[in-house]
């Protein structure tokens, strides 16, 4: 008998680990496109992550026993974060920004953390505390629409008790071995400690990052241990992370393009296709359609042109690129990286077929609990492809009109709402003009529901910062309110000849503050 037992227990460890295993690594992203000829497209999602914002000292320390910085010999300022955001509004994109957070202490509060800096306990920021870093920080807070405030680290490599450093501030990578949980766990407390300087905690309304890139790809990937980088993100709010998994191949990650959950977050792979990190001006090399990842490599000096004056024509090279990804039909440019993740996490999951040109089956009940445990999944996109004078006259699934709309670049982006777990109907027709009423999604901010009666409209939305929200509505509105007092009503206008309504809406929580929007009539 007792042998008996001792077979079941190791057949259900066995099983139990290989499901464990297996769940953690996520197939690649191998769905097709093209569903049909003529037919809706099921599209790749595509964003930038942009490493090292936060450094104000560009030059790099790699050689000095110090971290590795921008790798650009100046002083990083203000107008380098208006580049990024110019960016981010010419492509329609809120932009991925990743940050190290140890030049913009005020307070010093790193002193008590040796292995933090190269300086140690003789942590000195005394040459970087002034005016611009408060100026620095107001800026990325007023235009969170356009630029996320990510998480990449504090002092972004790792000092033993000899001071001497090794790669890199969240696993060793010229070890192979990790980090102690309690030193991690302090990183995390001291990148709070510093956001709050700015008003950022979490007492002034504000969540943690979302998103996590870890410096030189060191990443604890241990999704069948209680301690992994994950399982500490996790517990701070964080859901997402990418980072280039051949730098930790000894951990067994998931493959090239490929991605998996680790104790409550989802990482994905991420390459770079060509642009060095510390080059000014330097975009990817390889043709676009020809990427292994969705989510690309990028670094803040590749944004930035050598000198202001040429500044206008990098910027215009960047929003050109996004364009000819748009243009592309592989490829949409995410809203945002929840959008991303979203449509990343979908076309590993649910199955989508289009049996007949307008009618799509979309089966999304293999998509992981986790994802909805730890709120990840947002907006499905479809996307119609438009000839000149077309337009996408009706949406519905399973019956219930879908109302949220755009256009770009001959194509029209359907936003469908955050789906269950099991089958749906999506129906679509074209025509010559659009529906009567749609919420027109040229913003960044995400709609996840619209609810329609006879009295009134509700938008269940979440917002980044403020921005627009634009309506086509053949009723004149009466009154507009929202849910979540940290969700404001600025203003709003209405155009009878167009149709129009126009809604400025500010988000408080700098990560996106949730709420349901009502429109009376």
């Avoid at 990083?76 to 994109?93: E, R, W």
């Avoid at 592309?328 to 076309?347: C, G, P």
């Avoid at 129906?427 to 919420?439: C, K, L, M």
């Amino acid at each position: 008998m007792n042998t008996i037992v001792n077979k079941l227990v190791l057949i259900t460890l066995f099983v139990g680990f290989v499901f464990t295993s297996v769940f953690a690594q996520i197939p690649d992203g191998d769905a097709p496109v093209e569903l049909r000829e003529g037919g809706v497209l099921f599209q790749k999602p595509f964003q930038i992550a942009i490493d090292d914002l936060g450094w104000i000292q560009g030059s790099s320390l790699g050689d000095e026993n110090g971290p590795w910085r921008a790798g650009v010999k100046r002083i990083i300022d203000l107008k380098d974060y208006q580049a990024v955001i110019d960016i981010g509004k010419g492509a329609g994109t809120r932009m991925q920004g990743l940050f190290i957070l140890s030049e913009l202490d005020r307070l010093g509060v790193i002193r008590d953390y040796p292995h933090m800096t190269y300086q140690q306990e003789n942590w000195d920021n005394s040459e970087n505390i002034g005016p611009m870093q408060i100026e620095i920080m107001n800026f990325v807070k007023a235009n969170a629409a356009y630029l996320e405030f990510g998480y990449h680290g504090v002092g972004h490599e790792f000092w033993d008790e000899n001071g001497q450093r090794t790669r890199a501030e969240y696993y060793n990578t010229d070890e192979n071995t990790p980090r102690p949980k309690e030193l991690m766990n302090l990183n995390l407390d001291v990148f709070e400690n510093i956001m709050a300087q700015y008003g950022l905690s979490r007492s002034d309304g504000h969540s943690f990052p979302e998103v996590f890139v870890p410096p030189a790809y060191g990443y604890y990937w241990n999704p069948d241990s209680d301690y992994s980088t994950g399982s500490i993100m996790a517990e701070r709010g964080l859901k997402y992370v990418n980072t280039n998994f051949a730098y930790i191949s000894e951990l067994n990650p998931p493959g090239e393009g490929s991605g998996g959950f680790d104790n409550g977050v989802l990482v994905v792979d991420r390459q770079n296709f060509g642009n060095p990190w510390y080059e000014y001006n330097s975009f990817p090399t390889s043709p676009i359609g020809s990427y292994s990842t969705e989510v690309i490599e990028t670094h803040f000096p590749n944004l930035l042109a050598q000198d202001d004056f040429l500044q206008p024509q990098v910027t215009q090279k960047w929003v050109d690129f996004y364009q000819e990804v748009q243009n592309h039909k592989d490829h949409y440019v995410a809203k945002n990286t929840e959008q991303f993740y979203s449509q990343w996490l979908y076309r590993r999951f649910a199955k989508v077929s289009e049996s007949r040109t307008g009618v799509v089956r979309i089966d999304n009940s293999a998509m992981p609990q986790v994802v909805y445990d730890q709120d990840m999944l947002g907006n499905m996109v479809l996307t119609v492809p438009l000839t000149d004078g077309q337009h996408i006259r009706s949406a519905t699934l399973d019956g219930k009109p879908v109302s949220v709309y755009f256009e770009d670049t001959g194509y029209g982006f359907v936003y469908l709402p955050i789906l269950e777990q099991k089958n749906y109907e999506f129906r679509y027709e074209i025509g010559n003009r659009a529906s009567d009423f749609h919420v027109w999604l040229d913003g960044t901010y995400n709609v996840y529901n619209v609810e329609l009666s006879p009295n009134k409209t509700e938008i269940t939305l979440k917002m980044y910062g403020t921005q627009d929200v634009k309506i086509k509505t053949d009723r004149t509105p009466r009154t507009l309110s929202t849910s979540n007092e940290r969700l404001k009503v600025i203003s709003y206008s209405y155009d009878q000849q167009t149709n129009i309504l126009v809604a400025e809406i500010s988000g408080h929580d700098i990560q996106g503050e949730t709420g349901v929007l009502t429109i009376t009539y």
